[in-house]
T-cell receptor, first 115, second 112 residues
Framework: DADVTQTPRNRITKTGKRIMLECSQT?????MYWYRQDPGLGLRLIYY???????NKGEISDGYSVSRQAQAKFSLSLESAIPNQTALYFC??????????????FGEGSRLTVL | QKEVEQNSGPLSVPEGAIASLNCTYS??????FFWYRQYSGKSPELIMF????GDKEDGRFTAQLNKASQYVSLLIRDSQPSDSATYLC????????????FGSGTRLSIRP
């Protein structure tokens, strides 16, 4: 089984619908991240969390919200999806930060299409 | 200005040659630098990290860091077709509260 699991892996939805992408991890890491990837734009940070009580906005948080339900779970919500949120979304975890920033471990990605 | 910049490519290199990938960053407080490889349709995976100025070698890969110029590079020696992928540069600050920011990636193609 994957250490970082994302559900759903693929989702097609309509404009205005509420969507939740879920991420769970068995690595025991405190830090969790949500990134989106668009062709030619690399990975852009949406939100990140260093523990259950710590949530931080990333580069592109508008239109998104997150919930850290437990150390192992970090969910991303689109309250009212719009077509330009069509992208590949990655959840990632890491063990430490700063000078000792550890490796990011990625889930397999969730491909979201908003019609 | 984007915080982390890379040439999007594609960069085409003959098999057996050296591939050179470059990255610049805007935050002078950045302290940790990473190179991730991403095959098409897959998740990124870490291949190198570097914290100090100079070179760091790991097998066929060498990461080079120049903090004064705010420049980090990745050299791949004896390039193989399996090296064909997108290479993502990522940067983090010194603080334990630092976020990790990625560049847009460089697509590398190794031609036989």
């Amino acid at each position: 089984d994957a250490d970082v699991t994302q559900t759903p892996r693929n989702r097609i939805t309509k404009t205005g619908k509420r969507i939740m992408l879920e991420c769970s991890q068995t690595k025991g890491h405190d830090r969790m991240y949500w990134y989106r990837q668009d062709p030619g734009l690399g990975l852009r940070l949406i939100y990140y969390s260093f523990d259950v009580k710590d949530i931080n906005k990333g580069e592109i948080s508008d239109g998104y919200s997150v919930s850290r339900q437990a150390q192992a779970k970090f969910s991303l919500s689109l309250e009212s999806a719009i077509p330009n949120q069509t992208a590949l979304y990655f959840c990632a975890t890491s063990d430490t930060g700063g000078r000792d920033t550890g490796e990011l471990f990625f889930g397999e990605g969730s491909r979201l299409t908003v019609l | 200005q984007k915080e982390v910049e890379q040439n999007s490519g594609p960069l085409s290199v003959p098999e057996g040659a050296i591939a050179s990938l470059n990255c610049t960053y805007s935050d002078r407080g950045s302290q940790s630098f990473f190179w991730y490889r991403q095959y098409s349709g897959k998740s990124p995976e870490l291949i190198m990290f570097i914290y100090s100025n100079g070179d760091k070698e790991d097998g066929r890969f060498t990461a080079q860091l120049n903090k004064a110029s705010q420049y980090v590079s990745l050299l791949i020696r004896d390039s193989q077709p399996s090296d064909s992928a997108t290479y993502l540069c990522a940067v983090a600050g010194y603080s334990s509260a630092s976020k990790i920011i990625f560049g847009s990636g460089t697509r590398l193609s190794i031609r036989p």
